[in-house]
């Protein structure tokens, strides 16, 4: 399983959905990654919180002592961040937290839309444009959603492929935004990725692979693939050149200025700066 969670295993009753408050578990399933423009540290969403790596520190600190489940996690300026999921247990929050947004860090959280009605698995904002990929709590059924005034509004897109009949593997797996245009889009489906330059509202196939892809502003596209293969395309997703190895399947793939930034399944996260050729490890659960 990659690119966040399984819908039936995060997106339950109001009950499961919360994480216990017990004893601290740490960064357990990572789900997102970001960059704090405001002081360069890397933002860890997980099952388990929000955890904060200081810029040169390895060690990555639970934020603000909650335990929020943050599926859709994505930062859209110094210490703006959006977000979406469950609630950790001492808050009095439906189980689906809808389009939620942070303006000090991930201290604190307010909701923007659809709480109690939708839980994005995948989250990607540019400028007023935001795409949200998730459940919807009455139906349970998957949706892609997209908004041209921040979140405040949504439209229903057609997903990008077909779900399967199983009810553990979610019809959009990753989902990149063209630095340049934010109507043109990149998904990665179980089987294959297709494009779309209206936002999402039609889908062509380009290529027959699958994984978690990312766009930085370089104008490249790289796509992780499930056992840690790394690719680049410099025909906007048409065809792919291996670039390098995470070693490891890769649970979140994120972008950030020319850097990559992957996390594998032990909540270990790494950096590439020379585009998948190479990386270290930036910090360690």
Not at 93 to 115: A, C, K, Q, V, Y
Not at 138 to 162: F, H, I, Y
Request: proline content about 7%.
């Amino acid at each position: 399983m990659v690119a966040g969670a399984i819908l039936a295993g995060c997106g339950g009753g109001a009950d499961d959905s919360r994480v216990p408050m017990s004893d601290d578990p740490g960064p357990i399933h990572v789900h997102g990654l970001g960059i704090n423009p405001a002081d360069g540290a890397l933002f860890i969403a997980t099952h388990t919180g929000l955890f904060r790596a200081p810029e040169g520190e390895s060690e990555a600190g639970r934020v603000a002592d909650r335990y929020q489940d943050t599926m859709g996690f994505t930062i859209i300026g110094p210490d703006q961040f959006l977000g979406s999921g469950h609630p950790d247990s001492h808050e009095n929050l439906p189980p689906f937290l809808g389009l939620i947004h942070s303006g000090d860090g991930g201290e604190t959280w307010d909701p923007i839309s659809l709480l109690g009605e939708a839980d994005f698995h995948v989250l990607k904002s540019a400028g007023d444009v935001v795409y949200g990929y998730g459940s919807d709590f009455d139906t349970r059924e998957q949706q892609l959603l997209a908004s041209s005034d921040s979140g405040k509004s949504w439209q229903e897109r057609p997903l990008p492929e077909r779900p399967s009949d199983s009810p553990v593997e979610e019809a959009l797996r990753s989902l990149a935004i063209d630095p340049e245009d934010p109507s043109t889009v990149i998904a990665s489906g179980q089987e294959a990725l297709r494009a779309s330059d209206d936002q999402a509202r039609n889908w062509s196939f380009l290529a027959a692979e699958s994984g978690l892809i990312a766009w930085p502003e370089s104008g490249a596209l790289y796509l992780a693939t499930g056992d840690g293969e790394v690719k680049a395309s410099s025909d906007r997703g048409r065809s792919w050149t291996v670039t390098g190895s995470i070693d490891g399947e890769p649970a979140a793939f994120e972008a950030s200025g020319d850097n990559l930034y992957a996390a594998l399944h032990d909540g270990t996260i790494k950096q590439s700066t020379d585009g998948g050729a190479s990386w270290s490890v930036r910090s360690t659960p």
